[in-house]
Every structure is written in C-alpha cells, then in structure tokens.
C-alpha cells in the first residue's frame, strides 16, 4: 500500500524567512512519481512539481526547491524568502509509475501561513 | 492555458437527492478523474475514466456514485441519494496520458453541501 505522510500540520513564519515543508512516503513500488501541489485558500489545487523516483537530482524554480532522498524516503520542499502570497495548505502526493490510470495518494496537507 | 473547468462551483442539496457535478476536463486529455476532500482533510481519490470506462475506484465509490463522459467534451460525476457525509468538495482532474508527463491538471472544485 502506498501512504505519504506530512507530520507537520501548520507552520507560520513571517515574510522573507524561508521555510521547508517535510513529505515521507511509503511504497512498495521501485518506480513511481512524487508531486507537490498547493491549495490557496481559493480551493483550487494548483500543480508545482512533479518528480520521478530514478531522478534523484535536486530541482530549484524560483524560490522554491525540492529534495529529494530516496534513501529516507523524504521528498521535501523549501520556500526560500517566504512572501505572503505563499500562504496555503502544501500536499505531497505519490502516484504508481506504470498501470493505467494509477491514483494519487495525497499526504493531509500542510498549512503554512506567512505574516507580513 | 488550458484548464479545467468545473461547474458549479457551489451546490447546496437535501439529503437523499440527486446532484449531478460536471467537469470539462482539457481537450486533449484522455484519462480523467473525481477526488474529493472532506473539509480540512486529505485529498482522497474517488474514480478514474479511460476510454469511456471506469480504470480504477476506490471504497467510497459505491453504488451511490457514477461518472459519465455524454459527449466529446464534458465528464459528469452522479450521487444518486446524497447523504451527509457527502458533503465536501469534489474535484475533478484529467491527464494527458500515464507515464511520463502524467501530471494531473485540477479544477477548481465544486463544494457540495448537503443537508
């Protein structure tokens, strides 16, 4: 069974701090996707990343930045210099590599808020 | 940019009515998608759609539920008897293919109240 998990719940910093938001994953699979989305507080989901599991390479867009460890099953994400347009609920999500139509798995999502 | 597009985007209903929540899901997108995320919990996976049928659905899609794709264009998701605890927010997403690029492409939601 494939589970992600997303043990900090709420994180509040203020503008300009940079902030990282921990995702751990299990699966039994030795190939699948790992993605990050974000929720404003609008409702949308919005895409970020998405990142296979034989790429072990760090990402960096902008402000953001993802790492990437397969060894810990971790698969985190920094917001450098925090703005408060960040503010929203972060999910991790994890998806089969192969298999028609294989489902995301989300993590409960972390709401992070960043004060002026 | 392409998007998807769901429709309404809030619905109010009396238990044990029908709801029916749509979707338009980008033109050239093949595989298609209901989530659905109780408020302030995860986002959970409902059903998937290929080729005009059913890929994949997990528990909470029972007898209750059904999708539909009527046309070239729109995916409809039915509740056939709402019940209380169908009260959430229904997203709808649709993907170009499985595999590389597989990313799914979210709509904004349809927040179902039902009372």
């Known amino acids: 069974a494939q589970k992600v998990t997303q043990a900090q719940t709420e994180i509040s910093v203020v503008e300009k701090e940079d902030v990282t938001l921990d995702c751990v994953y299990e699966?039994?699979?030795?190939?699948?996707?790992l993605f990050w989305y974000k929720q404003p507080p609008s409702g949308e989901l919005v895409f970020l990343i998405r990142?296979?599991?034989?790429?072990?390479q760090n990402e960096i867009s902008g402000r953001y930045s993802w790492n990437f460890q397969k060894s810990t099953s971790s698969f985190n994400f920094t917001i450098t210099a925090s703005q408060v347009v960040d503010s929203a609920v972060y999910f991790c999500?994890?998806?089969?590599?192969?298999?028609?139509?294989?489902?995301?798995?989300f993590g409960k999502g972390i709401t992070l808020s960043v004060r002026p | 940019e392409p998007e998807v597009t769901q429709t309404p985007s809030h619905q109010v209903t009396q238990m044990g009515q029908e709801v029916i929540l749509r979707c338009v899901p980008i033109s050239n997108h093949l595989y298609f998608y209901w989530y659905r995320q109780i408020l302030g919990q995860k986002v959970e996976f409902l059903v998937s759609?290929?080729?005009?049928?059913?890929?994949?659905k997990s528990e909470i899609f029972d007898d209750q539920f059904s999708v539909e794709r009527p046309d070239g264009s729109n995916f409809t998701l039915k509740i056939r008897s709402t019940k209380l605890e169908d009260s959430a927010m229904y997203f709808c997403?649709?993907?170009?293919?499985?595999?590389?690029?597989?990313?799914?492409?979210f709509g904004s939601g349809t927040q179902l109240s039902v009372l």
């Open positions: 990142r296979n599991s034989f790429d072990e």
């Open positions: 699966t039994r699979d030795t190939t699948y996707y």
């Open positions: 759609f290929y080729n005009n049928e059913i890929s994949e």
């Open positions: 999500a994890l998806k089969k590599y192969t298999g028609a139509n294989s489902k995301l798995t």
């Open positions: 997403a649709s993907s170009v293919r499985e595999g590389l690029g597989g990313e799914l492409f």
